[in-house]
């Protein structure tokens, strides 16, 4: 018996453990669990004895995190193995399943130290605007931490020269002037440093947002399989700008808080060393509350982005198939179903919102405390001529000038925080290599192609549930230029075939050839490009039909307008498309919506015409249409068959008469194989229950129509 367990969530600080049974299973005794420390709890065992009387179902198993640290959301599907009814497993979580295990991406513990050299890595390429901004950076802070001391002079002179206005006057004037002079070269070096700044912010996003979208394109299908979309898509814009932020807007004014808070300071001492030592008692204690603000912070964030992912997935496949959701009236459910779904985000924003509460309370209320401290302190040095009041004065300044920089520095440390969390989310997925890479391995001849397929032995699962096998030790031979027809029941494979062809799966066992050479020694690019689809639902791009149709060109740009007429004339397309106001240059809307299923094959023939491929795969390619559509697409289908190897993946059995062989899939290999008329005429033979079972269908169905 194979049983199956769904882990959902898997966290540093357990809380609960709760297991959901399906429906007549039982718990064998009370599970138990055991956590790691601190340190090593993704390396934590779960065991437990679980009894089933029933059919194998998934279970859910949940953790909670006991509170934010390093909460992983992952779904993940673990075999229980055995013969009997009991089945017995020790579960592992998180880094233990290592990611070519899974192929889930599990988010790793981030390594503060690698992830500061990899954030700061980021702005190489942008070094030398930066370099230019962190030297304004430096003149409008030498300006600002200038300004108490000169300040406190002009309050001196006024103080001192009070009974001799003309003095006053004189000595104000062109302090001020000189104020006024320095003040506007700080202004001016402050809007230089924002703008370059935020130039290098934006090229570096468009850098990591680029790696991050090769990354994800590059990567193997069965990728795709265990990753969600959305989850994908909130990494390459929420994630990818949060980490350019941090580089450069939270760097940048993390920079400017370190330099004012350290000349703040030695600009107390040098005014008066006694009161600055008394003030400055207070910022170790909080400068222990700002670390600890911010790791909390980093673990909140993190949640908060897978989240948002989860919520953006839903958001974006109901959007998506949103007619799906109006046919079944689902609209109420969905959002309900979204709403829950933001209710965590919004549950941890409250957690975060406590935080900054305490945090910016405890800091203002530190600040307060230390003008309140300087004036004590401060009158009674005055008192005892110890200090003028211009000093005081420039003292409180800088005081206010270090209170506003340690809070900027713990913001900084806050979003510091946030973008290494983001960031270890995009670490793991530029780090992972694909299973396969996409252009190496042999090239051949065009010339030489003949496009002889085998199947020899294969034996397949898909990698997201090993224990069903698709194919055992399945062998089929497609002559080169012949046309061989796919059957069977549904499920039994067929589009498989197509897709282990494409190499989009590699095979467990067996090996699959073209001309005899094994397309895991191919490069997959070169393969894909002699290779020719057309399925059912044919995928159209928002764009318009003539680069829909030059899609399936090595260099779109070189087509010609001719060529492309060609094709569309041969693939019945012609007419239609020059009947829309735009001709070719129609936009086809999402997935092609503003056109008809039959047009829509009709430019996917096109397409594959373009493509001139050796091999051409067909899935279901007319059994959505109207008679009247399903002539002209099987016409133009048949221009395109013309000289090429043809794998027709059929349900309807009357559409293959003119295969030159017809293979049956049953029970995970090929059961019969021969020509149409010959496997018909085996009476005990499955295409022949096939067809006999599809005639008698029809029959009933045009007698329930009259
Ligand atoms: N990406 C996938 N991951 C896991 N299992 C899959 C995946 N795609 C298909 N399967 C499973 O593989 C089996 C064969 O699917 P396949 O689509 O090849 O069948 P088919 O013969 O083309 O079916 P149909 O005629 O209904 O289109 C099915 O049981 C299906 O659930």
Redesign the pocket.
């Known amino acids: 018996m194979t049983m199956w367990l769904l882990i959902r969530v898997s966290g540093t600080y357990l809380q609960r453990l709760r297991l959901t049974l399906p429906g007549r299973c039982s718990l064998d005794h009370s599970m138990s669990f055991s956590v790691g420390s601190r340190k090593t709890t993704h390396r934590s065992r779960v065991s437990c004895s679980l009894r089933s009387s029933s059919k194998p179902q998934p279970w859910a198993l949940s953790y909670r995190p006991l509170f934010l640290h390093t909460p992983t959301c992952t779904r993940m599907p673990i075999a229980f193995a055995g013969s009997s009814a009991t089945s017995r497993a020790t579960l592992s979580t998180g880094a233990e399943k290592s990611q070519s295990d899974t192929g889930i991406i599990q988010p790793k513990t981030p390594v503060p130290l690698n992830d500061v050299k990899r954030i700061l890595g980021l702005a190489q390429s942008e070094k030398w605007r930066l370099t230019a901004a962190v030297g304004f950076l430096a003149v409008s802070s030498a300006v600002s931490m200038s300004a108490p001391f000169f300040l406190g002079k002009v309050i001196d002179t006024i103080y001192n020269s009070a009974a001799d206005t003309d003095t006053m006057t004189a000595s104000l004037t062109s302090l001020c002037i000189t104020l006024t002079g320095v003040f506007l070269c700080g202004g001016a070096a402050n809007a230089a440093r924002v703008y370059l700044m935020q130039i290098s912010g934006q090229k570096i996003v468009r850098n990591l947002r680029a790696s991050v979208f090769s990354s994800i394109l590059t990567q193997e299908?069965?990728f795709f399989?265990r990753n969600r979309t959305g989850e994908l898509i909130n990494r390459l814009s929420a994630d990818t700008a949060i980490v350019g932020r941090s580089v450069t807007d939270n760097l940048s004014d993390g920079l400017r808080a370190v330099a004012q808070a350290i000349a703040g300071v030695s600009m107390m001492f040098y005014v008066s060393p006694s009161l600055a030592g008394f003030v400055l008692m207070i910022v170790p204690p909080l400068a222990i509350l700002a670390a600890g603000y911010g790791r909390y912070l980093r673990s909140i964030s993190k949640c908060t982005q897978e989240a948002l992912a989860e919520a953006t997935q839903l958001a974006e496949e109901r959007i998506g198939n949103l007619r799906t959701v109006r046919a079944f009236g689902k609209e109420l459910s969905e959002v309900s179903a979204y709403t829950q779904k933001t209710d965590e985000v919004l549950s941890l924003a409250k957690k975060e919102a406590v935080l900054r509460a305490g945090f910016f309370g405890a800091t203002g209320l530190s600040g307060n405390i230390m003008i309140l401290s300087v004036l004590y302190k401060g009158g009674l040095l005055m008192a005892s001529h110890h200090m003028t009041v211009g000093e005081l004065s420039s003292f409180l300044m800088y005081t206010f000038w270090v209170g506003i920089s340690i809070a900027g520095l713990s913001s900084f440390y806050s979003e510091m925080m946030k973008g290494f969390g983001a960031g270890t989310r995009l670490w793991e997925l530029l780090d992972r290599k694909p299973e396969f890479p996409l252009n190496e391995g042999l090239v051949l001849p065009t010339d030489q192609i003949r496009g002889h397929i085998e199947f020899c032995d294969v034996s397949f699962a898909?990698?997201?549930?090993k224990e069903?096998s698709?194919f055992k030790n399945l062998s089929l031979v497609v002559p080169a230029g012949t046309v061989m027809a796919v059957v069977?029941?549904?499920?039994?494979?067929?589009?498989?075939?197509?897709?282990l062809l494409l190499r989009l799966y590699d095979t467990d066992l067996g090996n699959i050839t073209i001309d005899g050479y094994d397309i895991r020694d191919l490069n997959p690019y070169w393969l894909r490009s002699q290779i020719g689809t057309v399925s059912q639902e044919p995928v159209l791009f928002s764009t318009s039909i003539r680069e829909n149709i030059t899609y399936g060109a090595v260099n779109p740009d070189a087509v010609t307008t001719e060529e492309i007429y060609r094709v569309a004339r041969v693939a019945n397309a012609y007419e239609f498309i020059q009947a829309f106001p735009n001709g070719f240059n129609t936009v086809v809307g999402e997935k092609g919506i503003l056109l008809s299923g039959g047009q829509k094959q009709r430019i996917a023939i096109a397409r594959a015409l373009l493509k001139n491929p050796v091999i051409l795969l067909l899935?279901?390619a007319t059994s959505a249409l109207d008679a009247e559509n399903e002539s002209l697409v099987q016409e133009a289908l048949e221009r395109l068959m013309d000289g090429r190897t043809v794998v027709i993946?059929a349900?309807r059995l009357s559409t293959i008469k003119n295969a030159d062989a017809v293979a049956v899939?049953d029970q995970c290999r090929v059961a019969e194989c021969g020509q149409h008329l010959e496997l018909l005429s085996n009476k005990d033979g499955l295409f022949r229950k096939l067809m006999e079972k599809q005639a008698f269908l029809q029959e009933e169905h045009s007698r329930a129509l009259g």
């Open positions: 299908v069965a399989d898909y990698p997201t549930r069903a698709i069977g029941s549904s499920g039994s494979g067929k589009s498989t075939m197509v897709s899935d279901e993946i349900h899939l």
